[in-house]
């Protein structure tokens, strides 16, 4: 389950598995997601968007799920590496051009060689 | 090309001190937006300008204030520090100016412990 108060949410996987990271996002007026990648020491950066009218959009690697009815967003790795290490958090916006993301608790990966 | 960049990397302060962070943004990014990501959270929004102007302001008490300059870099600067103020604040540009120019670049952050 869904730790508390400093422990995030963690996901351990091999070498090459794929992962799946998931994400409830909490207002239905949100019209755009958006997943970043934030690694140790650094600010987040951003991996892949989708919006509100689709429901799946794919990049290198990585696909992003939008399932509007019960609110929730989801990220799948191809072949995870070492490199992907990292907390990811999913962020939401009501768009409107001021684009302000409010970000969810993020969930860290761990990827063992 | 240099990213967005943010001075001083990591920063102590006192109770009741008053800080001052800077961030340059991306060159040609129009729009800053600073946030603080406490430790264990997502970062949380509390400002963002845009062409000099404030375009949004998070929920944040009114000791913490920001300005934008002709150069488009920024300042944030906190009053009266307070122990839950320790954090990491990070700086993000964009190129701004509509929807589909929003996509924000973030930088590394500064770190700002609180004793």
């Known amino acids: 389950g869904e730790s508390v108060g400093l422990h995030l949410p963690t996901l351990s996987v091999q070498e090459g598995d794929n992962s799946i990271i998931n994400c409830a996002y909490s207002n239905s007026a949100s019209d755009y997601f958006i997943w970043y990648k934030q690694e140790s020491g650094k600010g987040p950066q951003f991996i892949i968007d989708i919006r509100s009218n689709m429901d799946k959009r794919q990049g290198q690697r990585v696909t992003v799920l939008l399932n509007k009815t019960v609110k929730h967003l989801s990220l799948q790795i191809a072949a995870t590496q070492p490199g992907d290490s990292a907390v990811y958090f999913c962020a939401e916006t009501m768009g409107g051009g001021s684009y302000i993301p409010t970000f969810g608790r993020g969930t860290s990966l761990i990827v063992h060689p | 090309d240099a990213g967005v960049t943010q001075s001083p990397t990591h920063l102590i302060k006192t109770r009741g001190q008053q800080v001052t962070l800077r961030c340059s943004p991306i060159?040609?990014?129009?729009?800053v937006s600073w946030y603080q990501q406490v430790l264990g959270q997502g970062p949380q929004f509390i400002f963002q300008?845009?062409?000099?102007?404030?375009?949004g302001r998070g929920n944040f008490p009114d000791r913490f204030s920001a300005r934008q300059f002709p150069n488009y870099s920024s300042e944030l600067n906190v009053n009266a520090l307070l122990l839950g103020d320790s954090a990491l604040y990070l700086c993000?540009?964009?190129?701004?100016?509509?929807?589909?120019?929003?996509?924000?670049?973030f930088g590394p952050g500064t770190r700002l412990t609180v004793l």
């Open positions: 300008y845009y062409e000099k102007e404030e375009r």
């Open positions: 993000a540009s964009s190129p701004g100016g509509g929807p589909s120019y929003n996509e924000q670049f």
């Open positions: 060159s040609g990014h129009k729009s």
